[in-house]
């Protein structure tokens, strides 16, 4: 399928008939569905607080009417509606996962706008990340089940759903009634959503059958066509879903009364129009709770050698901000349960103290930014040596950090995947003298190698040619001479990087959006976040603050997916965090990827963390939970028999 992004003034490209409409529907479509646009087109349903209140009458009596302390999980909530309506009837304990970053985002600023406190997750329902027994009831409700290409997904579902629930638990699952839907389905609608916006459907039967495909086509009167989009949705009978809810473990499956949806669009419904109510109950006994082996509870903490001069830092040594923020760092790690960490920073005997370790711990937590021996060009020596000594560890390979070690490398890889970055060019080592400008000014000069904001000041912002050279000459006088130098059009639109806990596709973290606010800086300062912020408490800079960024939901919307592409193809794992610029018309430009992003307890990554309402430990915890998951998994998969 080849779409437009919707931007000012221009219309999203549209394919025009197609034949097959199976053939344009992606594997992955529910990552990308659930939108503004969703809620737009959906809104008769699921902005209605009316159908809202009468479904949860429904469900509630189906129930038997629950205890009020019940442990609720609300799963693929979107928005929150049925959770909301739950705490507002006096249910206290109700939480709510959904895979959409948009829909999550969306239901914590009602929760907090409204003063609830549903405990809503990001997260895909194939790898729910609660404890086992944990909930006496789950909803699958709204037609939010059968999303997926394989029927085996649906499975991993219900057995996740199982795993979550209490002995005895019950889960109420409501979704199309699929012997209806598969007759009487209408192939092409149109309807009005508002006075600016109209959808167009298409839609047709897969190719065996089991799977309602449909197109839809948004328009706005002014900009043109916004969303040009394919989904599927898999049609259940009621006893195959019988047969599915017993495969995956449950018992006792009973079904309730027909849910029947009316709008007051009274227009299309689609596959909300009519569905199936079915409750089934977790027969299991309590999970056994088993000892971790001591070497599983290890966790060895490989952090730079304070001993050992640094080249970024300021003085050149570690100083008690630094002793300070390690301080931080073990306090937080050590308000984690069940875990013993050790820590290693000797670099003279580091190769022998992993050595020594082998067998003995779980895996590595390699905060060692600094490189070995603090130098930052060999960081992924660090990791290099990880691999060789087949001990597990968090963050990226030495392949990751390579390519994010080099800007020039990660400007060639996002250009090619379609996502933007600022127009730049290169100064050679051999460059000397008269350069060539193919850019306008102003134009800002980085190294072309490093990170930490290293030989990137002030300074380094040029508004003529005469400035440019001297910045060069500064970048070559801190780095030497034989490096190659990034010369990038300077951006003058927000300051922006986005952050990620966890390994996509199951189990990522969006974390909330910042934006550096540059109010209290000197008018005549350039606004750029570089090392004198970082490093010197008596610059101007040091008094720039990280907050909320204020973004259309279109520019979120891109910049999480662009984020999640640039994750996966550049092998990034368990964490990383990404820089944007917009430029002046708005536009996200990439700057830079950090695959293993500070650490501390005031950086970046924190600040985000926080505006999830992750503390400091909770942050931590959560990048270790991500690299013990991906372990597993890999483990896991080396145990499956290869196929003759």
């Known amino acids: 399928m080849k779409t437009g992004k919707h931007k000012k003034g221009s219309v999203t490209e549209v394919l025009g008939p197609v034949e097959n409409l199976?053939?344009?529907?992606?594997?992955?479509?529910?990552?990308?569905l659930f939108n503004a646009n969703y809620l737009r087109t959906d809104a008769d349903v699921v902005e209605d607080q009316d159908i809202t209140k009468d479904e949860i009458d429904v469900f509630l009596e189906s129930l038997s009417n629950p205890p009020k302390d019940s442990a609720i999980l609300d799963l693929c909530c979107g928005q929150g509606r049925h959770s909301f309506e739950l705490a507002e009837r006096g249910y206290s304990h109700v939480s709510g996962l959904d895979r959409s970053h948009y829909l999550i985002s969306r239901a914590r600023a009602l929760n907090r706008r409204n003063g609830h406190y549903v405990a809503f997750k990001e997260g895909d329902a194939r790898k729910l990340p609660y404890a086992a027994d944990r909930f006496d009831i789950v909803f699958i409700v709204g037609n939010s089940f059968g999303y997926f290409e394989s029927l085996k997904d649906d499975v991993l579902v219900l057995r996740e759903v199982l795993r979550v629930l209490k002995p005895y638990g019950k889960l109420l699952l409501d979704v199309t009634e699929g012997e209806t839907m598969r007759k009487h389905f209408q192939a092409r609608s149109w309807e009005w959503i508002d006075k600016n916006y109209f959808v167009c459907r298409e839609r047709s039967l897969s190719e065996d059958q089991n799977r309602l495909i449909s197109r839809e086509v948004i328009?706005?009167?002014?900009?043109?066509?916004?969303?040009?989009?394919?989904?599927?949705?898999?049609?259940?009978?009621?006893?195959?879903?019988?047969?599915?809810?017993?495969?995956?473990?449950?018992?006792?499956?009973?079904?309730?009364?027909?849910?029947?949806?009316?709008?007051?669009?009274?227009q299309d419904l689609g596959m909300m129009e009519e569905r199936i109510l079915l409750s089934a109950i977790a027969v299991k006994e309590w999970s056994v709770v088993t000892k971790s082996p001591e070497k599983d509870k290890t966790v060895v903490v490989l952090m730079g050698d304070?001993?050992?001069?640094?080249?970024?830092?300021?003085?050149?040594?570690?100083?008690?901000?630094?002793?300070?923020t390690i301080d931080l760092l073990k306090e937080g790690l050590s308000q984690l349960k069940g875990y013993r960490f050790v820590y290693l920073n000797r670099h003279d005997t580091l190769i022998q103290d992993l050595q020594k370790l082998k067998g003995k711990c779980g895996y590595i937590f390699n905060l060692c930014d600094e490189g070995f021996n603090n130098e930052a060009s060999k960081e992924l020596h660090v990791t290099a040596l990880l691999e060789m000594l087949d001990l597990p560890y968090t963050g990226g390979t030495p392949q990751c950090l390579a390519y994010c070690y080099d800007k020039s490398l990660v400007r060639g890889i996002a250009k090619e995947m379609g996502i933007p970055v600022p127009r730049a060019f290169m100064v050679q080592p051999e460059d000397i003298g008269f350069i060539e400008l193919p850019l306008s000014f102003p134009v800002i000069v980085k190294p072309n190698f490093g990170d930490s904001?290293?030989?990137?000041?002030?300074?380094?912002?040029?508004?003529?040619?005469?400035?440019?050279?001297?910045?060069?000459?500064?970048?070559?006088?801190?780095?030497?001479?034989?490096?190659?130098?990034l010369v990038e059009e300077y951006l003058t639109g927000k300051d922006i990087s986005v952050g990620m806990i966890g390994n996509s596709p199951e189990a990522y973290m969006l974390l909330p959006i910042i934006q550096e606010d540059y109010s209290n800086l000197p008018p005549d300062l350039p606004r750029i976040c570089g090392y004198e912020a970082k490093w010197d408490p008596q610059s101007p800079y040091w008094q720039i603050k990280s907050v909320?960024?204020?973004?259309?939901?279109?520019?979120?919307?891109?910049?999480?997916?662009?984020?999640?592409?640039?994750?996966?193809?550049?092998?990034?794992?368990?964490?990383?965090?990404?820089?944007?610029?917009?430029?002046?018309?708005?536009?996200?430009?990439?700057?830079?990827?950090?695959?293993?992003?500070?650490?501390?307890?005031?950086g970046h990554l924190a600040k985000m963390a926080k505006l999830q309402d992750l503390s400091y430990k909770d942050m931590l915890e959560r990048i270790l939970a991500a690299c013990e998951d991906r372990i597993t998994r890999s483990d896991a998969m080396q145990k499956i028999p290869a196929r003759s």
């Open 306 to 324: 304070p001993g050992k001069q640094d080249a970024v830092k300021p003085d050149f040594n570690f100083d008690s901000d630094d002793f300070h």
């Open 453 to 485: 904001s290293f030989g990137i000041t002030q300074k380094n912002v040029c508004f003529d040619l005469p400035a440019l050279e001297e910045a060069i000459l500064l970048v070559r006088d801190r780095l030497g001479y034989n490096k190659p130098i």
């Open 219 to 266: 328009t706005h009167v002014k900009k043109g066509v916004i969303a040009d989009q394919f989904y599927a949705e898999r049609l259940y009978a009621e006893e195959t879903l019988n047969v599915l809810l017993k495969e995956a473990g449950f018992e006792k499956v009973r079904p309730h009364a027909r849910i029947r949806t009316e709008s007051k669009r009274n």
């Open 548 to 602: 909320p960024a204020d973004l259309s939901e279109d520019a979120e919307r891109f910049l999480g997916a662009s984020c999640i592409k640039l994750f996966e193809r550049l092998e990034c794992r368990d964490y990383a965090r990404f820089d944007w610029r917009l430029d002046g018309n708005g536009t996200p430009r990439l700057l830079e990827v950090n695959p293993n992003p500070g650490w501390c307890w005031d």
């Open 22 to 32: 199976e053939s344009y529907v992606k594997a992955d479509w529910w990552r990308h």
